[in-house]
């Protein structure tokens, strides 16, 4: 952080919303909390959908004496604006009780109407709480889809067709191999867990959608190996989860929005996932720990997408086919959904003839020996595997790539290949 503080602190244009079960302010949050230029109803710093007034407190019977519900949403809160400290934060209120079942899909689409550009939900809907008025998790029932609130879903989708990214944790911090829909969702972004020590927190769930990680502390290992922050008493407290890890990442997004303005979420995303600290992706990690610094460090030339081919290339015998093995590196930090690499027997920037014309032509000499569509991850390199026809043993190859997705680069690159390996008497250079 200290570093991509060095590059930007926010901007007072990007809103990051807070939805949690309930808020109380503390003094280090002063100028920190977005203030509505337009409120009709009291909705100074945000709205309670859980009450349908501007209160924000939880105040459910019984429960004032939870330091995590007096606590929670206060700490989140103070993560954001530890992050990214010129971002407004707005704050919203949702419910798991009897009749607050709408409140989440509301505040989404308040923040929208409002102007958030990061929607940060260190809880999420459970399914089940419509029917009782209490999360079925919490009557035996272990995770599925939350079938009882299907406007939930669209608002997630509204709200990223909008330009907005949605933070979640992955799931439900209990180490185990479980799967939660609404983190999983293409519309929002799932957050893995990990420890002071840069790996999978002991609460990190195995799971196949976490997409990057942040830290969240580790459980029932003392307070060194949790994260501290602003309570709500005016204190400060220790706590440890995958709410803590979503207050983190809805932070770092909002520094690379404001870094990077006119990005929509879907970019935004990207950036974070692709600077992430890892390699390829892990079922705990995702693609690695966020790295705030190289997130808002990008130069112009990485804004991109940048398809590259590496020179050296393999020859192997396929199933009695002469196959190609190259690898296709993306120096961009925009993934390539679709990239087309073909392969030639000479190169396909010059003719092969140039006396030959429309009326005199020539037969093909530079011919297509194969080729493969393939995805390239921002930053990273992906392997195409090309069988070949009409391979005469030429120990001379050239391949193209270019990036087939909608309003990707014109540019196409050409690389001689040097053939380094040869297998059941295959030629090689």
């Given at each position: 952080?200290p ?67 007096r ?21 919203l ?123 969240s ?9 949790q ?15 995958g ?67 590496d ?15 190259l ?18 027997n ?24 194969g ?41 196409a ?17």
């Amino acid at each position: 952080m200290p570093e991509a503080h060095q590059i930007t602190r926010g901007d007072r244009c990007v809103v990051v919303a807070v939805s949690d079960l309930g808020y109380r302010p503390h003094p280090d949050h002063r100028g920190h909390l977005w203030v509505n230029p337009r409120p009709t109803r009291g909705d100074i710093h945000g709205w309670d959908f859980a009450d349908g007034d501007a209160s924000l407190e939880y105040a459910g019977p019984g429960e004032e004496s939870s330091e995590n519900l007096r606590g929670h949403h206060s700490f989140v809160v103070g993560e954001v604006a530890a992050v990214a400290p010129e971002c407004p934060i707005m704050v919203l209120r949702v419910g798991y009780a009897t009749g607050q079942t709408e409140s989440w899909w509301r505040a989404v689409d308040y923040a929208v109407e409002h102007g958030a550009k990061v929607i940060v939900e260190p809880h999420g809907y459970i399914h089940g709480q419509s029917e009782t008025g209490t999360p079925w998790f919490y009557q035996g029932t272990d995770f599925a889809y939350p079938h009882d609130n299907p406007r939930l879903r669209r608002a997630y989708e509204q709200a990223y067709s909008a330009g907005c990214l949605i933070v979640k944790g992955v799931c439900d911090n209990r180490g185990r191999r479980v799967a939660a829909a609404v983190p999983a969702l293409d519309a929002v972004m799932a957050v893995g867990s990990s420890s002071r020590q840069g790996v999978a927190a002991n609460i990190a769930p195995d799971s196949d959608y976490v997409e990057v990680t942040a830290p969240s502390g580790s459980r029932d290992q003392g307070e060194g190996e949790q994260v501290r922050g602003t309570g709500g008493d005016d204190n400060y407290i220790f706590m440890s989860g995958g709410c803590m890890a979503s207050g983190f990442a809805g932070g770092v997004a909002a520094l690379v929005f404001s870094q990077y303005p006119g990005f929509t979420g879907e970019q935004v995303r990207q950036v974070m996932r692709n600077t992430a600290r890892g390699v390829g992706w892990d079922r705990y990690l995702g693609h690695g720990i966020l790295d705030a610094s190289a997130a808002v460090s990008l130069k112009d030339s990485q804004l991109t997408q940048r398809l590259a081919i590496d020179p050296v290339a393999r020859l192997d015998d396929h199933d009695g086919r002469p196959r190609l093995l190259l690898d296709i590196s993306n120096r961009g930090v925009f993934d390539v959904a679709r990239a087309l690499v073909t392969v030639y027997n000479g190169n396909p920037c010059q003719p092969a003839d140039p006396a030959a014309s429309r009326d005199k032509p020539h037969i093909l000499l530079v011919r297509q020996l194969g080729h493969a569509i393939l995805p390239v991850t921002g930053l990273e390199k992906s392997s195409a595997q090309i069988e070949l026809a009409d391979w005469n043993g030429a120990d001379v190859l050239y391949a193209q790539v270019c990036v087939l997705d909608l309003n990707g680069p014109d540019k196409a690159v050409t690389a001689r290949l040097r053939l380094t390996h040869h297998n059941h008497g295959l030629a090689a250079e």
